[in-house]
Nanobody, 113 residues
């Protein structure tokens, strides 16, 4: 069993930056692909970014070039660096271990215009 805890969300002005963290406990994340998803009010949860066990990354087109996913296996933590934030990035951001469908509780990101 693995537990995922997101942190780092908050309120930021458009054009600002935030770094989200996803700390895992219970199992090592190193053999697994990890991802970030988000859900805006009234919308379905959507894919944001993914990092493979080997470090390969992929991004949704809406965030490509602005967001960077990374991982520190020694700290059992995955990060999402978010730059040039836009009001449409406002959502609850969730961390996920892609094998076994494990989710964190989410962290709120609000971008004001």
């Amino acid at each position: 069993q693995v537990q995922l805890v997101e942190s780092g969300g908050g309120l930021v002005q458009a054009g600002g930056s935030l770094r989200l963290s996803c700390a895992a406990s219970g199992r090592s994340i190193s053999p697994y692909d990890m991802g970030w998803y988000r859900q805006a009010p009234g919308m379905e949860r959507e894919f944001v970014a993914r990092i493979s066990w080997s470090g390969s990354t992929s991004y949704a087109s809406a965030v490509k070039g602005r967001f960077t996913i990374s991982r520190d296996n020694a700290k059992n933590t995955v990060y999402l660096q978010m730059n040039s934030l836009k009001p449409e990035d406002t959502a609850i951001y969730y961390c996920k271990r892609l094998a076994g469908d494990y989710w964190g509780q989410g962290t709120q990101v609000t971008v004001s215009s």
